[in-house]
């Protein structure tokens, strides 16, 4: 039997966002068999973002019941089902830890419509619920209330059953890695791993995270850290104490990555050596040589003598310094990428205007530098980098505001975000970290950035 579920919640995390409807249809592979549908109180507020999507108001949820109330019918209801739904890690994710929270253990088998879709009818030019159904000719009744949701994807479901079953079958059969699995976990909570990106937790028997790491995928990544042949006493005494693995979903790998860093900071994981200390930071700076010209060198940070730009290693620094000369035509021996007695090696190529040999003027030189150095960070800039979401229907934002990480969170494509306040109102505030700091300065440089620009 088949337990087609569909969620609404207050936000994007289940540790810390909560559902505000539960919608579930039993089917048995051919019809419907019974459906149950709630309201949930999520005891915290609804953000409004939220009600102009869905349409649920916090008076709504204000007169249901909350998820304790209703944990034990649930749980009876979804007992021994497979559980499905359109992007099943997140509505699982959450349905889980509401379910865990009120001392219910559950490890249902899981199936995703968005992958088998992917599968059984390739070629759609998207593959959320809204646009896959429309494609398909299902009507859905009352879109982003989770009733209309969850019948319209038992629809869609019933289809790819007809359309082929083995396909469908083979997605419950995936090779358990039973023999690689620490003593400890449970066979149940590995299959129970999604394959998407995000950020895991290795808890000890008492609950307690001993590791934090993020991933592309994290079944795969998870699979890795087991089945090497490393036989260190770390590897051996994290695979000992391991009894259950948590995790969060975060739809790219620039999310996981913010997300590792602001977790083992404050998680402090015995088993995490990186992030837990300061390493020594680089930096890029400038000085004035005897003929006026500014150059350019890469040293590691002195306490009290900030670089123009800060990296966590040489390579990273040097690296990027490397490709900005390039990109604003200054000379490489100038600004400590090459060492030439005489001029640059790149005047005979043509790449390098003289400077180095006295060929270009002094201040025709520096103006190109202070366009370098204004290209490395505005402190003024505030902007969201969008990303893919955890979901068809999703994007995932990082705020930067005057030049400080502010946070992250997920949101509706169709929410619409026109200024600095609509997008406070969608992430969560964090603390920034040296990490943070240097994976948002990289990935804004980088062709595939995704920018959306306040004044």
């Known amino acids: 039997m088949y337990a087609i579920v569909d969620i609404e919640t207050t936000g994007g995390f289940a540790g810390k966002s909560k559902i505000t409807e539960i919608a579930i249809v039993i089917h048995d592979g051919e019809k419907e068999v019974e459906t149950y549908e709630t309201l949930i109180n999520p005891e915290q507020l609804v953000p409004s973002y939220i009600t102009g999507l869905t349409g649920i108001t916090q008076q709504m949820v204000d007169d249901a019941p909350v998820f304790a109330d209703v944990a034990a019918e649930i749980n009876d209801i979804l007992s021994d089902k497979i559980f499905v739904a359109h992007n099943v890690s ?49 009507q859905i009744d009352n879109r982003h209330r989770a ?75 998870i699979i890795s850290h087991f089945s090497g042949t490393s036989k260190n006493n770390r590897n051996q005494a994290i695979r000992n104490e391991i009894h259950h693995i948590d995790y969060e979903l975060t739809g790219n790998e620039l999310i996981a990555l913010v997300l590792e860093s602001q977790e083992i900071k404050r998680l402090w994981p015995k088993y995490n050596r990186s992030q837990k200390y300061i390493a020594n930071q680089w930096g890029v700076y400038k000085y004035e040589d005897r003929q006026g010209y500014i150059r350019f060198n890469v040293n590691k940070q002195v306490k009290g003598l900030k670089g123009l730009i800060q990296f966590n290693s040489h390579t990273d620094a040097f690296h990027y ?11 490489p021996k100038l600004s400590g990428i090459q060492k030439a007695n005489n001029e640059c090696y790149d005047v005979a190529l043509g790449y390098c205007r003289g400077a180095c040999c006295g060929k270009e003027e002094v201040s025709d030189y520096n103006a190109r530098v202070e366009g370098l150095i204004k290209s490395f960070y505005d402190e003024d800039r505030s902007f969201v980098i969008l990303g893919e979401g955890r979901e ?45 700091e240097h994976y948002i300065q990289s990935y804004i440089n980088s062709p595939e950035a995704r920018l959306l620009e306040f004044n």
């Open 90 to 138: 997140f509505d699982y994710s959450f349905v889980k830890r509401a379910l865990e929270s009120e001392g219910y253990m559950f490890n249902n088998k899981k199936l995703c419509t968005v992958r088998l879709s992917r599968q059984i009818i390739p070629g759609h030019r998207s593959y959320s619920l809204g646009n896959l159904c429309e494609s398909l000719g299902i």
């Open 147 to 221: 009733g209309g949701d969850a019948k319209a994807t038992a629809i869609l479901f019933r289809q790819l059953l007809e359309k082929d079953e083995d396909t469908v079958r083979a997605a419950l059969k995936h090779n358990s890695k039973e023999t690689i699995l620490p003593p400890n976990l449970p066979k149940a909570e590995f299959l129970a791993l999604p394959e998407s990106p995000g950020v895991y937790y290795f808890l000890d028997a008492q609950g307690e995270v001993i590791y934090v790491g993020k991933a592309i995928n994290i079944k795969k990544r």
């Open 321 to 331: 310094l490397m490709n900005k000369v390039k990109e604003f035509e200054l000379c």
């Open 392 to 436: 068809e229907d999703e994007h995932s934002l990082i705020l930067v505001e005057a030049g400080n990480y502010l946070g992250f969170g997920f949101c509706h494509k169709e929410v619409s975000i026109s200024n600095i306040e609509d997008a406070r109102s969608l992430v969560n505030n964090s603390k920034p970290t040296v990490e943070i």
